[in-house]
């Protein structure tokens, strides 16, 4: 095979990405459009997620057209499985697209979770999220009671005011893996409340670890927050990464409506690998 075939075929499996960064939650992102669907591998997606051996990040993203919104958002967690919403990936593709200029200041993105309409403000980006669903209360387990809701991701919030437990990662994964709670599993936050600014902690299936931030789970501990000690939105949730994003949503009793995240997502750098090297 000549020189000039080869480098032909290692030029055609080069893939541009872009790396993002929302409250820390870090993500790889592939513009997909042109690709048609992009089949990538779990094996390769959690080589590309390695922080080792990889580019490094939370989960992957691929950019995708859409028949039902401008957009459409395929997430990937690190593990190499598909999810069905995340909050933090879907703030730091908004950035991508303004970023690269092909949005202006509103969009709406195709998600498994539903279409959810997101705008920018200066460097705040606000999302809106699908109404809360499965929301069950005060569920006891190994000495603490947890409160189950889905926002997206289905996820199980313990409000405690020992946040900083050094517990907090086995007593997650024992709830994390509990069919009791869920059959796929749950990701599972502790969080600490003082009046309207929430704390939060969270462990996050598919990442199998405590992340920097959770978007859902900003979501989830609000809205239980909510429900649980009659609290009016908006709030002012604090990850373990000290960044801020705020909650907010229409309560009327016990439904929940309306429900949007707003904070700030950064773009951390771009680069190409090569699929032959992984």
Do not use: W
């Not at 057209?65 to 958002?73: C, G, I, V």
């Not at 959770?214 to 990850?239: D, K, Q, R, Y």
């Amino acid at each position: 095979m000549k020189s000039s075939q080869i480098q032909k075929i290692l030029v055609s499996h080069k893939l541009f990405f872009s790396k993002y960064q929302a409250s820390g939650n870090d993500f790889i992102i592939i513009d997909d459009r042109e690709n048609h669907h992009l089949e990538l591998s779990f094996q390769l997606i959690r080589k590309l997620c390695h922080r080792k051996f990889g580019i490094g990040a939370d989960g992957l993203i691929l950019l995708r057209l859409s028949e039902k919104a401008d957009f459409q958002m395929a997430i990937f967690n690190s593990d190499g499985l598909e999810a069905t919403m995340c909050g933090n990936g879907l703030r730091s593709l908004v950035a991508y697209l303004k970023n690269n200029d092909l949005i202006c200041d509103s969009v709406s993105i195709e998600t498994k979770s539903g279409i959810h309409q997101c705008r920018i403000d200066n460097d705040l980006i606000t999302i809106s999220f699908s109404d809360p669903t499965n929301i069950s209360l005060n569920r006891n387990f190994d000495g603490r009671v947890f409160h189950l809701i889905h926002t997206g991701v289905d996820h199980a919030v313990c409000f405690t005011k020992e946040i900083e437990d050094p517990e907090f990662v086995k007593i997650s994964q024992k709830v994390r893996y509990d069919s009791s709670f869920s059959r796929s599993g749950v990701n599972v936050s502790f969080a600490s409340i003082n009046h309207n600014q929430i704390k939060i902690r969270t462990y996050e299936k598919g990442c199998e670890e405590e992340t920097l931030a959770c978007g859902t789970g900003a979501m989830a501990a609000s809205v239980l927050a909510a429900l649980i000690f009659e609290l009016t939105p908006p709030f002012e949730v604090e990850f373990a990464s000290k960044d801020r994003v705020f909650c907010d949503f229409q309560k009327n009793g016990k439904n929940i409506q309306k429900t949007t995240l707003t904070g700030v997502s950064k773009g951390v750098f771009d680069g190409k690998f090569n699929l032959f090297s992984l």
